[in-house]
């Protein structure tokens, strides 16, 4: 049995990314599913054995840690309630083996690919936005691009990523009206993902870049970080792959981030471009200026550090 003190810590540490719940008999709470969204609270968690799953999307584990990794919970919140357990003999790689995901797209996602009938000033707000961003139909198909008009994510475009087998494994919602002062609003999952590797030919160079917007713009081969850094899972695919070459392209702000993550690939016999693009990103730069930039990039060495 957890003493009453570790199980106030646990049960506040769940509570903090998954929201409210309800105490059922013996340990278990149930919570809203981040990854399938039901409208009811179906992910049941039992702060005693540790298992944690989802009556409707079938998301499970053997421990907490794993649940909170998959919520994209911070080492030292996940290394606390790994001590209060004694988990002495962890092992990351059976952790990981024990823990499946099926994430979900909002049950209000509309596809953005099919015209509607009618009067619909959502959608028209949405294209519009899609539209001034550079967005074109052939992305909106190629990437799944939709909409939400209610719901938590509404008045929201989505921008879907998939894993190569065709799951999904994360989406970016971005409001299409300018006055929402949240532009972004990412589900509370894990971004240890490769975002749209569904799209990556990995047998050619790849573009790291920060958004999906600016992957979108650069249109071949570009994975949006989503951060500054890349996934665990990114960095290991890229060394799984062989690949050869990389570019790297990173706002200002991520100046650091980038030389490191250069530097890093560059040490591993990887042949590294660093694109540093002053003011704008790839996005606001479009796709010509993009590439024109590129072929002027010479390959990185140390000295730039
Ligand atoms: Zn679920």
């Known amino acids: 049995m957890l003493k009453q003190n570790d199980k106030n810590i646990v049960v506040s540490t769940l509570t903090g990314v998954l929201g409210s719940h309800l105490t059922l008999k013996g340990n278990e709470l149930a919570f809203y599913c981040p990854f399938c969204n039901h409208h009811k609270p179906k992910l049941q968690v039992n702060t005693e054995t540790q298992k944690w799953h989802c009556w409707t999307c079938n998301s499970g584990g053997?421990?907490?840690?794993?649940?909170?990794?998959?919520?994209?919970?911070?080492r030292k919140t996940i290394s606390i309630i790994r001590e209060i357990y004694g988990d002495s003999n962890y092992n990351p790689q059976l952790e990981d083996a024990d823990t499946k995901v099926f994430i979900?797209?909002?049950k209000e996602f509309i596809s953005l690919s099919e015209t509607p009938k009618g009067f619909n000033p959502e959608y028209k707000h949405a294209m519009h936005y899609l539209t001034q961003r550079g967005?074109?139909?052939?992305?909106?198909?190629?990437?799944?691009?939709?909409?939400?008009?209610?719901?938590?994510?509404?008045?929201r475009v989505i921008i879907p990523s998939y894993n190569s087998d065709g799951s999904l494994n994360y989406f970016v919602s971005r409001s299409y009206y300018p006055d929402n002062k949240m532009k972004y609003k990412n589900p509370?999952?894990?971004?240890?993902?490769?975002?749209f590797d569904?799209?990556?030919n990995w047998n050619e160079p790849i573009i790291l870049c920060e958004g999906v917007f600016d992957a979108i713009t650069i249109k071949r081969n570009a994975i949006p970080l989503l951060g500054k850094f890349p996934s665990r899972t990114l960095v290991e695919k890229i060394f799984m792959s062989?690949?050869?070459?990389?570019?790297?392209?990173?706002?200002?702000?991520?100046?650091?981030e980038a030389l490191k993550a250069a530097e890093y690939f560059r040490k591993q016999g990887i042949h590294v471009k660093m694109?540093?693009?002053?003011?704008?990103?790839?996005?606001?730069?479009?796709?010509?200026?993009f590439y024109e930039e590129l072929?002027?990039?010479?390959?990185?060495s140390s000295e730039e550090l």
């Open 62 to 74: 053997k421990k907490l840690t794993s649940l909170l990794k998959k919520l994209d919970v911070d």
């Open 104 to 106: 979900s797209l909002p």
């Open 135 to 155: 967005i074109t139909e052939k992305d909106i198909i190629k990437y799944n691009i939709g909409y939400c008009k209610e719901g938590l994510y509404g008045q």
């Open 188 to 195: 509370p999952i894990s971004k240890n993902v490769i975002c």
């Open 198 to 200: 569904s799209q990556v």
């Open 242 to 256: 062989g690949i050869t070459d990389i570019i790297i392209s990173l706002d200002n702000d991520a100046i650091n």
């Open 275 to 289: 694109m540093y693009l002053k003011d704008k990103d790839a996005a606001d730069m479009g796709y010509e200026k």
């Open 295 to 300: 072929k002027k990039t010479k390959e990185f």
